[in-house]
């Protein structure tokens, strides 16, 4: 990610995300005015090297490039409904366990209540009542904690399962219609390492674990002459949460 200190700006949305070819450095960028006053963006290198683009060509071409990310329409599909029929089943058991949750709360309100009936008949001491309310409302808290906890956790994710999904299936779309900051997000969740513009075209030695096996491209995979695979040049990181965080 880049230096928090950066300026986030809109001629810019690669600036953090780029190396230098010649030093390998983080390029940075600025503007420029010529002797009419035109203002020209640059991403370029601090280190003395003479490398040194034009920004609008740098950032138009990333689009082409995240157009070479796609997702197998069916795999997607198939994935989508497995998971969401995973997190249902994981919703059922904890709805069960959300109702036995509340039943234990009831028990223990009910056995609060006895024992100021007790007391008020005079069958416990005041001091009696009082440890043993102590105790009881020690459980409810407890109880009323996991119940938040649990009641947290039931949620249907369908919709957001079909969002994540079709942002895989439409990478390149996805960042030409956001704002710089989720350009940023979207450049930084997909590659864990600095991209390389050289020769009018990108190239990066890693891609992220989870888009690697979403949208395998070429440099993903090398395979022998019958087409079998024999290394996966995938990235051993995990995959980072992300986010467009989803968090992974």
């Known amino acids: 990610m880049p230096n928090k200190l950066q300026t986030v700006r809109d001629e810019f949305p690669l600036r953090g995300y780029l190396s230098c070819p010649q030093c390998k450095r983080t390029l940075t960028a600025?503007?420029?005015r010529n002797r009419f006053g035109n203002r020209f963006f640059y991403y370029h290198c601090?280190?003395?090297?003479?490398?040194?683009?034009?920004?609008?060509?740098?950032?138009?071409?990333i689009i082409p490039y995240l157009a070479t990310y796609k997702a197998n329409p069916q795999i997607i599909k198939l994935?989508?409904?497995?998971l969401k029929q995973e997190l249902k089943q994981n919703n059922s058991a904890g709805r069960q366990e959300l109702e036995n949750i509340s039943k234990a709360i009831g028990k223990q309100k009910q056995r609060l209540k006895n024992a100021k009936d007790m007391m008020l008949d005079g069958e416990f001491s005041a001091s009696d009542y009082k440890e043993m309310k102590v105790e009881i409302?020690?459980?409810?808290?407890?109880l009323n904690r996991e119940k938040t906890q649990f009641r947290q956790g039931i949620e249907n994710y369908d919709s957001k399962i079909d969002d994540c999904l079709d942002l895989i299936l439409n990478l390149d779309?996805?960042?030409?219609?956001?704002?710089?900051?989720?350009?940023?997000?979207?450049?930084?969740?997909?590659?864990?390492?600095k991209l390389t513009f050289e020769?009018?075209?990108?190239?990066?030695?890693?891609t992220n674990d989870a888009v690697a096996l979403f949208c395998p491209t070429d440099k993903?995979?090398?395979?022998?002459?019958?087409?079998?695979?024999?290394?996966?040049?995938?990235?051993?990181?995990?995959v980072a949460p992300s986010g467009i965080e989803p968090e992974s």
């Open 173 to 193: 779309k996805y960042y030409v219609s956001k704002n710089t900051e989720i350009k940023q997000k979207i450049i930084g969740s997909m590659f864990p390492e």
């Open 137 to 142: 409302e020690t459980e409810l808290d407890k």
């Open 199 to 206: 020769n009018n075209e990108y190239r990066t030695p890693k």
């Open 30 to 32: 600025s503007a420029s």
């Open 46 to 61: 601090s280190n003395g090297c003479k490398e040194r683009k034009k920004a609008e060509i740098i950032n138009a071409e």
């Open 220 to 238: 993903d995979l090398r395979g022998n002459k019958n087409g079998k695979k024999i290394e996966n040049s995938i990235s051993s990181r995990e």
């Open 79 to 82: 994935y989508g409904a497995i």
